[in-house]
Structure formats: structure tokens, C-alpha cells
């Protein structure tokens, strides 16, 4: 099941970025799919974690980029990516005491917007740094 497309709107004109992005849409694609085949909370949150996971990944990956450009929006960029690991701190603990419907449509509708929301504003902004400084 499909919550979210990748297509050439989402790039950030770096490869190896929106490889990671793709990445991404799938580990939500495959979250969405277990939540909606009512899964048990065990294997959802293996999925989350995974997710979790991928982006502590990526999020490294572009803050490294960050300081080797000396980029002059980092401050406000990395602070977005601090807010967004608390909330997915929150959700974990919250998993076990909300009921799965409320928490899953929570937890789906913050991921689209935030993900969505962070490519499409936040990491365009680096494009054209990172591109003149001959990272494509
Ligand atoms: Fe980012």
C-alpha cells in the first residue's frame, strides 16, 4: 500500500540525497502497509524503528555536508532535524499507552506532513550549495 510517491518534485538535486528520500517514502510506504493490514504493534514498531533508525542515518549524511560547505543555514536545519527525533522519542513511548487507531493516524498524518514538509522547504534550500560545490 502507497502513502507517498517519489517523483522528480520531491529531488533535492544531490543523488545520493534523494536515494536516501526514497528510502524513506518506502519505510513509510511499509509502515502504512502494516497499519493498515492491522499488523500486531510488534512488527509496526519494528518498522518505526527502522525508520528511526534510516533517518538518524541520513540525517548525519547531511549535516556532514553542513560543515564540510560551511552552510549557511545549518543552525536552523539541524534544529528541524533535533525537533523531529523527539517527537519519534514521544511517539515510541506513546505507543504503548495510546489506543492503535488514535496513534496510528497520528503518527502517519505527522510523518507525511513532516516529511513532505521538510523536503519540499527545508532541504531545497541546500541545493544550491551543495551544487556549487560540485555535489550533485
Ligand atoms: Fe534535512
Given at each position: 500500500m502507497t502513502l507517498l510517491v517519489w517523483t522528480s518534485?520531491?529531488?533535492?538535486?544531490v543523488k545520493e540525497l534523494d536515494a536516501h528520500h526514497q528510502k524513506i517514502f518506502s519505510l513509510l510506504n511499509s509502515l502504512y502497509s502494516s497499519i493498515a493490514k492491522a499488523d500486531t504493534k510488534e512488527t509496526s514498531k519494528n518498522v518505526l524503528q527502522e525508520l528511526i533508525n534510516y533517518a538518524q542515518y541520513h540525517f548525519a549524511a547531511e549535516e556532514k555536508y553542513f560543515d564540510q560547505f560551511n552552510y549557511d543555514q545549518k543552525d536552523e536545519h539541524q534544529s528541524q532535524h533535533r525537533q523531529y527525533e523527539q517527537k519519534m522519542a514521544q511517539f515510541i513511548k506513546d505507543i504503548e499507552t495510546t489506543p492503535d487507531f488514535v496513534f496510528s493516524y497520528k503518527l502517519l498524518d505527522f510523518l507525511e506532513d513532516w516529511w513532505l514538509g521538510h523536503i519540499g522547504h527545508e532541504d531545497k534550500k541546500y541545493t544550491q550549495c551543495f551544487n556549487s560545490h560540485g555535489l550533485f
Amino acid at each position: 500500500m502507497t502513502l507517498l510517491v517519489w517523483t522528480s518534485k520531491n529531488s533535492v538535486g544531490v543523488k545520493e540525497l534523494d536515494a536516501h528520500h526514497q528510502k524513506i517514502f518506502s519505510l513509510l510506504n511499509s509502515l502504512y502497509s502494516s497499519i493498515a493490514k492491522a499488523d500486531t504493534k510488534e512488527t509496526s514498531k519494528n518498522v518505526l524503528q527502522e525508520l528511526i533508525n534510516y533517518a538518524q542515518y541520513h540525517f548525519a549524511a547531511e549535516e556532514k555536508y553542513f560543515d564540510q560547505f560551511n552552510y549557511d543555514q545549518k543552525d536552523e536545519h539541524q534544529s528541524q532535524h533535533r525537533q523531529y527525533e523527539q517527537k519519534m522519542a514521544q511517539f515510541i513511548k506513546d505507543i504503548e499507552t495510546t489506543p492503535d487507531f488514535v496513534f496510528s493516524y497520528k503518527l502517519l498524518d505527522f510523518l507525511e506532513d513532516w516529511w513532505l514538509g521538510h523536503i519540499g522547504h527545508e532541504d531545497k534550500k541546500y541545493t544550491q550549495c551543495f551544487n556549487s560545490h560540485g555535489l550533485f
